[in-house]
């Protein structure tokens, strides 16, 4: 069987980032994917599974997908692989260039407990049209064509607000008990990282075999669970070196490392990186 792939992008990343990707082979995001600017992610046909900061979506046709900075995050295969995209980064700058004073109303549906927005049909036909006039924009090039995606990226983000601020949330359903499980062993993760994690003591702590939850583990979040816990001190390693004077040495205990140079080593492989050259590009 041929595959397909249909790509077309515009701008860079992180001012302002538009790319669209219709794929009919299988595909799983192989990077381990967070960042320091917005990702909005908008699903023009087809389905996927996408895990955020703590737990597992199925992503369908029209639904918008709000992924904010520093979010962990992943894409995997779900049922069928053909599916088409846009993905849209963006960083502060950009946003309050375009918006101004209304910066924070059109970045709101960033700061929503759900990460996904399933529109009623009025809005999501909108949101459609603004997106396929954007492909057609991009992939055609007409004179002038650099001026749409801002325009469209506001006026989409314009329509999520208005209806968030309108219309209470849609309640949230894991697909599975597991998947709650899951959900649930991740908020645990998160909120105790700084502590010694074992696979095995988390298996005992949830009543679950070591074997069940590593395999199901991977198999929902597309993450291994020490691959996890590693990006989850990791990221938090970095806020701590951006946002604070804490000693490097003080911030690697803080995030649940016992050996300094296993710290500076883990940070440099993830983020290629080192700890204090990442801290030199915030002072």
């Known amino acids: 069987m041929s595959t397909q792939l249909e790509l077309y992008s515009f701008g860079s990343t992180p001012e302002l980032y538009v790319e669209y990707l219709k794929r009919s082979e299988p595909f799983t995001m192989k990077d381990d994917h967070y960042h320091d600017y917005y990702e909005l992610y908008y699903m023009l046909s087809g389905e996927r599974i996408y895990f955020i900061r703590d737990r597992s979506y199925t992503i369908e046709k029209g639904d918008l997908v709000f992924i904010h900075k520093h979010e962990l995050h992943k894409t995997m295969q779900s049922g069928d692989a053909s599916h088409e995209r846009f993905v849209i980064h963006f960083d502060d700058a950009m946003i309050h260039r375009m918006a101004g004073g209304h910066a924070d109303l059109l970045l ?139 000693s490097i040495t003080e911030i690697g205990a803080a995030v649940g490392f016992d050996n300094f140079s296993h710290f500076g080593k883990t940070f440099k492989k993830i983020t290629r990186l080192s700890p204090r050259q990442y801290r030199k590009l915030y002072v």
């Open 108 to 246: 709101s549906p960033f700061n929503q407990q759900s990460h996904i927005l399933r529109l009623p049909r009025q809005e999501q036909l909108a949101v459609d049209q603004f997106m396929r006039r954007l492909l057609t924009e991009i992939a055609q090039q007409p004179t002038g064509f650099e001026l749409y995606p801002p325009y469209a990226v506001t006026e989409i983000l314009l329509i999520a607000a208005r209806y968030i601020q309108q219309n209470e949330p849609a309640p949230l359903h894991h697909a599975t008990p597991m998947h709650a499980k899951i959900s649930e062993i991740i908020h645990h993760i998160n909120g105790h990282f700084a502590e010694p994690l074992r696979l095995n003591g988390l298996a005992e702590h949830f009543f679950i075999s070591p074997y069940y939850l590593s395999r199901m583990f991977k198999e929902i979040t597309g993450f291994t669970f020490s691959d996890y816990v590693i990006l989850t001190r990791i990221k938090e390693a970095q806020r701590l070196l951006r946002e604070s004077s804490i």
